[in-house]
């Protein structure tokens, strides 16, 4: 279970389904980067500062853990910390890193030739593989929340792109819509103003905007040798996901 803007909940439906595949991606990601080590040589990281800032071995315990509290129904929802919620963070900006992928991919003149086979996990029309199951959470989701396709805020329409749609800019703004439902802010993309900032003042600043104290300085674990491979397993099971398209 999550904690989130509409209360504590776990994911289900196109939801869950758009979070496991990007899942699946990270755990590929991880093993990648698992194999290189820490630092310079890592192949991949997702643009979620704060996260990518932690070695491959505890990505992976956090991710692990924000994977089960979202997908399952567990006795208590995970603290929200820094760590944590940039995680919960990276997720999206994998789905987005995905649909970049697949529109440069589909503008290439050899894409008629790909030979995508189907055990790869793409459904048969991969030109537009992430967008329709984005699409598929976004028409979920925003019905599931009552929310009005045709308005936005009673002014300008609110109108869902089309599979075809390359524009990642707009693309952005949709999956920025579907991380509001599970995070309640960016608050883990301001951590270095407050660890570089007086403790005194940092102090007085979390009170102000609410921001628990041990927020931005909780460790994400660093699992032992022995237990990364079962948690690499632990998390590919997670990501095992409903009918495709």
């Not at 050899?110 to 699409?135: N, Q, V």
């Not at 041990?214 to 996901?241: C, N, V, W």
Request: hydrophobic share 40%; glycine share 4%; net charge negative.
């Amino acid at each position: 279970m999550w904690n989130t803007p509409e209360g504590d909940r776990r994911l289900t439906g196109a939801e869950a389904n758009l979070v496991r595949l990007a899942l699946a991606i990270m755990v590929d990601q991880l093993s990648d980067n698992l194999r290189c080590g820490a630092g310079e040589d890592e192949l991949w990281d997702s643009g979620v500062t704060m996260y990518d800032e932690l070695t491959p071995n505890q990505q992976l315990t956090v991710i692990r853990q924000v994977a089960e509290h979202l997908l399952h129904d567990t006795p208590d929802t995970l603290e929200l910390t820094a760590v944590n919620e940039a995680a919960a963070y990276a997720i999206f900006a994998t789905v987005l890193s995905q649909i970049e992928i697949e529109v440069d991919m589909a503008r290439d003149p050899l894409a008629d030739a790909l030979d995508i086979k189907p055990d790869l996990g793409f459904g048969r029309d991969w030109r537009t593989y992430w967008r329709r199951h984005t699409l598929a959470s976004l028409r979920e989701t925003l019905a599931s929340a009552d929310a009005d396709l045709d308005t936005d805020d009673g002014d300008s329409p609110l109108v869902l792109p089309e599979a075809e749609c390359e524009d990642l800019g707009v693309w952005s703004e949709w999956i920025e819509r579907l991380a509001d439902r599970i995070l309640w802010d960016r608050d883990f993309e301001m951590s270095e103003s407050f660890l570089d900032t007086d403790p005194a003042k940092a102090t007085l600043m979390k009170q102000v905007l609410g921001i628990p104290r041990d927020y931005y300085t909780a460790i994400a674990e660093e699992p032992g040798a022995d237990e990364t491979e079962a948690l690499l397993e632990s998390l590919r099971k997670l990501t095992e996901h409903e009918a495709d398209f």
